[in-house]
């Protein structure tokens, strides 16, 4: 019951707002001179601005309940005024509508004050621009600022709610006018009443491509490239729901635009008579299309967006995917050439309208030359997909995720694909695919992580791979998938070195929990934003020497917003640890290290060793440098990559482009991509 009410207070709230805004600019515009004042549609549609001053502040009351329900859980606090001023005063979306409040109700007195005087043009901007106030300020309780409050998250859906409430608001006095000319008929009133339609048809088209400009950004934002979830989540639906309603809406002032309203312009009394009818029944029903829009709008903005959407169930066997299939043989010839087709079928449109063809060729040829294009390009784009495609990790990419997943790999899976992963036992069978080398081979364009889920429970046809979801748990599944993408990225940290490439982050850290030797305790994540991080992976007592390195220019590395953690490599005595702790001025990590040094094992390889048949060998030095948004930015191999950070003043010279690097986004989740 809430959510209905929540519902019908957000439609009615905007659905009037939108009016009074778009009424008052459509005013301001056909303004001419004091007469119109005295013209009924002008009268019967000023009647209704209080109406809707006064809807609009009841709508937000009903907004301050069903939120303050929401908000604290109790359905009978809706009815509790104190809860809803404790909910104003002490949260973010109270302030916001407190503002959202004061407008509405400064627009009320205002137009409750002006309503008995003689209005001019000044009076309807004045209502305007206050009915824009209640509008720019919703769209701060918007999925677009939900993520980040700044002006170029914001602007564009304040923009696009404006630019809405210029067309829909308009509608209203549209239909006065056309209601009006059915009564009179004569040559003044039809020629005063088409000059105010034309001034309206001819902002409605830049108004309409501009909305769906910043519709587009808007939408963009909010998906986040996780456009498969347009087809696959109810914002999805709702939104193609949304653009199915705005294409039928301008197929109607298409008609409107360029069939109904010329000849009303040029007709006599009896066509025009009958061009209004027509016009007067096809604005009816724009109008009516254009609420259940905003039903559907309203409804769409408080719907989880695409981008957060969880599409636990992929209803399709097939997704398109460029990066998958692009450098396919014939993908790219046969792509452009449906794209030049649909171009093509888009020109036979304006074809039809210059040439004047029959109704049924100007739908068919266009629709026959589309459909063509889209059998022709999206078929080389569709790759194989299962339930689980898009089903994201429950289990965190973590250190202890990926020693669960390791020991989980060498119980069920080093027999086939070796101890690295390299796939190093081919099959006898001619007809059976040889073990998948997951080490060194991209698998990330055409197999997503849901599809590897899929793999790993179900088993692959046409390979020795059986499934594994009778024997493994959910969370051991995602443990090993976490381990294999570990794996993976770890080849790719290969690619490091003692210098870091600067404003290239590209390998996060794995992330880790850790108590030190100092009393200190926590995880690696709590660095983020804070401190850049040297964790020193050694053997006691051959660092010794680097420990003494390492604690003389402790200060000076601290001063450059760097923490050093040192993990050990081997179980250490308590007489080992007091010698350590004597030298070292850095924590030590006493609990965790054998969790840390079995995941960062596998980021250990260099350009020249490749470190890739058996069981791999272990350097008995390793210092990894995470920057302070969480990515792996240079690595030191005292084994294979000479003297190094040995020189103190080299590590320093990475500690200082780090810090001068501007901010930028950390790693997308802690799961496996």
Known sequence: MIEIIAAIARWSQLTANLILFGSCVFLAIIWQQKSILETPWMMRLEK???????????????????????????????????????????????????????????????????????????????????????????????????????????????IHILLAGIWFGALPAFLLILLNLRKEMGFTAMQTAVGYLKKFSAIALPVMLLLMITGVIVTDRLVD???????????????????TILAIILVIAYQARNRWLPL????????????????TQWVRIEFVLALLLVLFATVLANTLPAKHAMVENWPYPFRFSIDATWDQPDVQDKVWSGIALFVIALGTIWLGIQLHWSRVVKILVPGVLGISSMALALPPLAVEAFPETYKKPTVPIDAISIVAGAHLYAE??????????????????????????????EHTAKYTVGNVFHQLSQGIPGAEMPGYADKLSEEERWDLINFLHAMSRGFDARLLGSMIVPETPAIASPVFNYTASDGSSGNLKDFRL??????????????????????????????????????????LTDEQLQQITEIAPFPVVTEGWREIKDTYWWYRRVRVVPDLSGKGMFPQHMEFLTDRFGYLRARWVAQFEGFGWQNVGALTLQLTQLNQEGEIMPPPGEHAH
């Open 48 to 158: 209704i601005f209080p109406w809707l001053a006064g809807i609009i502040v009841a709508g937000l009351i009903g907004i301050l309940a069903t939120t303050t329900s929401d908000a604290t859980g109790d359905v009978t606090n809706a009815w509790n005024p104190a809860v809803w001023m404790e909910v104003v005063q002490q949260t973010q979306i109270g302030h916001i509508w407190a503002a959202r409040m004061l407008f509405a109700v400064l627009l009320f007195c205002v137009v409750m004050k002006l309503q008995s005087s003689v209005r001019t043009r000044g009076h309807h901007v004045l209502w305007a621009v206050l009915a824009a106030l209640p509008l720019i300020a919703g769209t701060l309780m918007s999925h677009s600022s939900a993520d980040e409050m700044s002006f170029t998250a914001i602007a564009p859906y304040a």
């Open 225 to 243: 490239e996780k456009y498969y979830a347009l087809v696959a989540s109810a914002y999805g639906w709702l939104l193609n729901f949304k653009l």
């Open 264 to 279: 009303l312009e040029r007709g006599k009394n009896e066509q025009s008579r009958d061009s209004t009818a027509h016009l």
């Open 412 to 441: 069920n899976c080093v027999n086939c694909h070796g101890p690295q992963g390299k796939g190093t036992k081919p099959s006898p069978d001619p007809d059976v695919r040889d073990p998948t080398d997951l080490l060194t081979q």
């Open 530 to 571: 804070q401190k850049n991080v040297l964790m020193v992976l050694f053997a006691w007592p051959q660092a010794k020497d680097r420990f003494f390195q390492l604690a003389a220019s402790y200060d000076r590395i601290r001063d450059l917003n760097t923490e050093i953690l040192a993990v050990p490599i081997h179980p």
